[in-house]
């Protein structure tokens, strides 16, 4: 039952972030039709024109979007402009009930609360129209809830254990499983933000989670059956008995005999391994034998192969985006044209070296699970991943750079304490380089209004690169303050120094500079982390001197 709670605490977690991003991807398509330029004529001016236009806008989404059954257009006063759709759908939503405060900001959730009507569910969509920050209307989408059955119990096979969701308004005082009004839970909700063990009525004992859904009046219920769990321990007890005599005879004869023949094929494994580590696809493992180890040979082979066919494929691709590049570059439009292919070639070929690295590191895994610690080239695998892991966040930079040119960069705001995100990362930082001492001189506890995880991304960048670039100094010092209403944090290290000359390219994509010593990187790490902080409204710099260190500065507004 404890295993139970575990579960289903993680399913609701889980879920409410899945349904998280529906409620985004509702407030995304009315984000685009409020962003249109006659909508705000019309709320503005009142021109005839707009109106016709605006009319023509709505229709179009509604005729694209079957969900969507009425759109509504009222001005900063909530008195309707226009309306558009099955106009006899008698709701009506309160735009003040879709306030939220905090952070000192006040602001609007995306989606409304259930209402039925006929038989059937709604909910509505609000969208702010504004124009220079300032917002000068509002956009209600309604939608009809339209899900089959079938999908309902896909999900349910999914979740395992005869597992349920619910949906409701967060007040309450309406509850659906998707298909139709259902009775709500028979405790009270608060009991239910943790864990919490119920009966319902032709079901018996259940334990269900609940959490609301941000951005939303919704609230997500799971429930599993109680049953399931104490049933499936008590299988597993009876076989684990079984087996655990079988093992203890088992394994005392055949444990000698299996390290006897699998010390060879084990080395020659590691042996590929390591060369796949240090760029050499080619590397395949002859082992006669239809064990374990024969297969873990050949899917070895197999994922070698891959791995060669896709470096061969991307290559290709290479030598076919240059050829395009060369020939498309002869004026300026036809340079924006080479920029755009070239960020499109970058997220394909990030995209396409995932699907190997995963490869890898699923045979790494498999190895090192099959593995005795005590093996020398235990430690060469882990080398080799330590080699992947760096590769992952290689590709994560040129897919960070496609989305910042692309324009597609997603942001999640939050309210968030600046003080613990600096020293979380910080911390992670330190587990990484042990032998650089990462002082933290000040810190500044103030709350910011920005996405945590691109804000985390920045300060782990800038550190990064002071432990990087000061091989033969040990300390790095970190620092941030609140000063005339803004954040600064600065990131000093000892190490080499940057040239004056450099200092003005330094933070553009794929700038790297030439110095004696070779240092690993694709040149990107400054140019996302310039990027994050100026769509946060703050601005970063540089200060240094060569063979004394650098000082990285970044400050963002601080949240009133």
Do not use: C
């Amino acid at each position: 039952m404890t295993v139970g709670s575990e579960r289903i605490a993680s399913l609701a977690d889980k879920l409410s972030l899945m349904f998280k991003g529906s409620v985004d991807q509702f407030a995304a398509k009315m984000q685009a039709v409020a962003g249109q330029k006659s909508v705000t004529d019309l709320l503005e001016s009142g021109k005839p024109d707009a109106h016709g236009e605006v009319s023509a806008l709505f229709n179009n989404f509604l005729k694209n979007d079957t969900a969507s059954k009425l759109i509504e257009l009222l001005d900063t006063q909530k008195n309707h402009v226009l309306r558009s759709g099955n106009e006899k759908l008698p709701l009506k939503l309160n735009v003040d009930s879709m306030r939220i405060s905090g952070g000192g900001k006040t602001a609007y959730v995306s989606v409304g609360r259930f209402m039925v009507y006929q038989g059937s569910i709604y909910f509505p969509t609000l969208t702010l129209v504004t124009d220079k920050n300032k917002t000068v209307g509002y956009i209600i989408n309604w939608q009809m809830l339209s899900v089959t059955q079938q999908a309902i119990d896909q999900f349910g096979q999914l979740l395992g254990g005869n597992g349920k969701i619910y949906f409701g308004n967060d007040n309450a005082g309406f509850w659906t499983d998707l298909r139709k009004p259902v009775d709500g839970p028979p405790v009270d909700l608060a009991v239910l933000q943790k864990p919490a063990q119920y009966s319902r009525a032709n079901e018996g004992a259940v334990i269900g989670s609940l959490r609301k859904i941000p951005g939303s009046k919704w609230l997500i219920l799971v429930e599993l059956s109680s049953a399931s769990f104490s049933q499936t321990a008590a299988v597993f007890l009876r076989w684990v008995s079984l087996i655990g005599i079988v093992l203890v005879v088992a394994g005392s004869i055949g444990g000698w005999i299996m390290v006897r023949n699998i010390t060879g094929p084990i080395k020659a494994l590691s042996t590929a391994a390591t060369s796949i580590a240090e760029g050499d696809y080619s590397v395949s493992v002859e082992v006669d034998r239809q064990d374990e180890i024969g297969t873990l040979a050949e899917s070895f082979n197999i994922m070698a192969a891959r791995v060669r066919n896709t470096q061969q494929g991307l290559e290709q691709k290479v030598e076919e985006t240059t050829r395009e590049l060369q020939t498309a570059i002869t004026d300026i439009s036809e340079k924006e044209k080479s920029e755009k292919k070239k960020d499109e070639f970058i997220s394909i070929a990030s995209h396409e070296l995932k699907t190997p690295l995963t490869t890898i590191k699923a045979f790494f895994q498999i190895a090192v699970k099959e593995m005795d610690p005590g093996f020398k080239s235990f430690n060469l695998i882990g080398r080799a991943a330590r080699q992947l892991t760096r590769m992952e966040r290689l590709i994560e930079d040129l897919l960070d750079a496609s989305r910042i040119n692309s324009g597609k960069m997603q942001y999640n705001l939050e309210d968030f304490d600046f003080q613990e995100v600096l020293g979380d990362a910080v911390d992670g930082i330190r587990g990484i380089f042990p032998n650089h001492n990462l002082v933290i001189e000040k810190s500044a506890p103030v709350m910011f209004h920005g996405d945590r995880h691109r804000i985390e991304q920045v300060i782990i960048n800038l550190i990064n690169n002071a432990v990087k670039y000061s091989p033969d100094a040990d300390k790095v010092l970190i620092s941030s303050e609140v000063k005339d209403g803004k954040i600064m944090v600065t990131i000093r290290d000892f190490g080499i120094g940057i040239a004056e000359e450099h200092i003005n390219e330094l933070f553009e994509s794929f700038y790297r500079i030439n110095v004696e010593q070779h240092f690993q990187g694709l040149g990107l790490g400054l140019f996302i982390s310039s990027e994050i902080i100026k769509r946060h409204g703050g601005d970063i710099w540089v200060e240094s001197e060569v063979g004394k260190g650098s000082a990285f500065t970044f400050q963002l507004p601080a949240v009133a």
